[in-house]
């Protein structure tokens, strides 16, 4: 059975983070494990309170499941701040960890904010970034990773290109905060892969890129290449939106087990 370690924060009501990619993963029939970056009281239309997790205890967190169950791919997301993010970059190093897909949390779907400052900001980028496979921003998170503003598909090439090169790292841009478009891009190795999505009228997209993002990590532990990840991916969590789940609210979480 392959393994998977999601790095994130706990979501109280059970659509994002650590809850929505341990579903994922079972989803995905494989074995998940998790490293837990902070405690947050929110729910589908909120977020309330955050508790931050030491760096000293995420290390102890990682040393305990790379010394005894080693993952296939790792899946981070919220991290919070420039101590945790420089633990983790240390201990994924020591590890020599494969397979990293880096959902780079900043903003809940329902509006809380989940990066502390630009300093985490800066230390995510340089020191994280160049350990991982892929990052997955949507288009509001590329704009404040790149400082540059999307407002099309030419648009959005451009700063998976600009963030590529800066980085190192392959970049797949969300195309679903754009009005009148939702397909995806990805630059890697400098070359263009687009994913055509076709737009699922709902509000219940809490989680989504937590969702997406764990669903790519296991696409990676099973063999697939990139491209073939994410189009496995796309199919897993189109599913999961159209089901229709209605938990809430507010923005609500997905099925993440529609297809079991």
Sequence with gaps: MKKILSI????????????ADIKTITAHKMYAMTVITALTAQNTTGVFAVEETSAEFVSQQIDAIFNDIYPDSVKIGMVSNVAIINAISNSLRKYRAKNIVLDPVMVATSGGKLIRNKDALKALCENIFPLVTVI?????????????????KNDMEHVANVLHNNYGVSVLIKGGHLENYCDDVLVENGS????????????NTHGTGCTLSSAI?????????????IIKAKVYITGALKFGLSLGHG??????????
């Design 8 to 19: 994130a924060g706990s979501d109280s009501s059970g659509g994002a983070g650590i809850q």
């Design 136 to 152: 997955t921003p949507n288009i509001p998170e590329a704009i404040a990773l790149s400082g540059i503003e999307i407002i099309n």
């Design 192 to 203: 263009v892969h687009w994913f055509e999505g076709k737009r699922i009228d709902t509000k």
């Design 217 to 229: 990590a296991c696409g990676l532990a099973e063999g697939l290449d990139l491209p073939h990840a």
């Design 251 to 260: 923005n609500g979480p997905l099925n993440h087990c529609w297809n079991l």
